[in-house]
């Protein structure tokens, strides 16, 4: 099992390069960003099981990247701020942090603190636990287990028929790639597609009622009108 990934965004690459020394020191893995944009893409390419936070950056502040990654994930983020005034601390956690520590910080209290969080999030959340293992993807908020055949969305497995089970592997395992109707079809029937077969388009409606947040407006199995459908990782 690989050890926790931790992203430490800070745009002080003073600041940035302690935490990293300190964080390897421990075991972890460690990914930087000194910016929101590149933030945003390492959370969406590597899926952190932590993130370290500055809210102080140009451009896109932290508090606007704890929104965004909020919107889809729900990793620890344990936020860094040089301001103390707890109207900023109450801000900083209604945005969706689990935790604020105030600069200048004292390493080996933030390594406790991110040793605290790890331990909330993964030693109690066998989904999340489970996702780290080889094999085992990681879309969109779910886990989904190929040799297990199981999914989990927020710590919660749900229960899907063998043939949903197949189509969102197919969809999860080409993430950004389109499947037409036919061709998941003949994927996971393995028989020859008729023509105004409407199967594919019943069971994925299923399956949104059951992954998705809000199945009448999908954001993750996506339509691609006239094409077919993808899920965006």
């Not at 933030?110 to 489970?130: C, G, I, M, T």
Request: charged share 30%; hydrophobic share 45%; net charge negative.
């Amino acid at each position: 099992m690989a050890e926790p990934l931790i992203l430490v965004v800070d745009d002080e690459q003073a600041i940035a390069d302690l935490i990293e020394i300190h964080l390897l020191a421990e075991g972890y893995r460690v990914r930087k960003a000194d910016n929101g944009a590149d933030a945003l893409r390492i959370v969406a390419e590597e899926d952190p099981d932590l993130v370290v936070l500055d809210i102080m950056m140009p451009g896109m502040d932290g508090l606007e990247v704890c929104r965004a990654i909020r919107r889809e994930r729900n990793v620890p983020i344990l936020m860094l701020s040089a301001k103390s005034e707890d109207v900023d601390k109450i801000l900083g956690l209604k945005t969706g942090a689990d935790d604020y520590l105030t600069k200048p910080f004292n390493p080996l209290e933030l390594v406790a603190r991110v040793k605290a969080q790890l331990r909330r999030y993964l030693s109690l959340n066998p989904a999340s636990a489970a996702a780290r293992e080889p094999g085992v993807l990681a879309v969109g908020g779910l886990r989904i287990d190929p040799l297990g055949r199981s999914v989990f969305k927020d710590g919660r497995e749900i229960a899907l028929t063998p043939t949903e089970f197949d189509i969102l592997l197919l969809l999860a395992s080409h993430p950004g790639r389109v499947f037409s109707s036919e061709e998941i079809f003949e994927r996971v029937w393995k028989e020859h597609y008729f023509q105004s077969n409407n199967t594919v388009m019943v069971h994925i409606r299923r399956l949104r009622e059951k992954v998705e947040d809000d199945p009448s407006h999908p954001t993750l199995i996506r339509t691609v009108w006239g094409v077919g459908y993808k899920i965006e990782k």
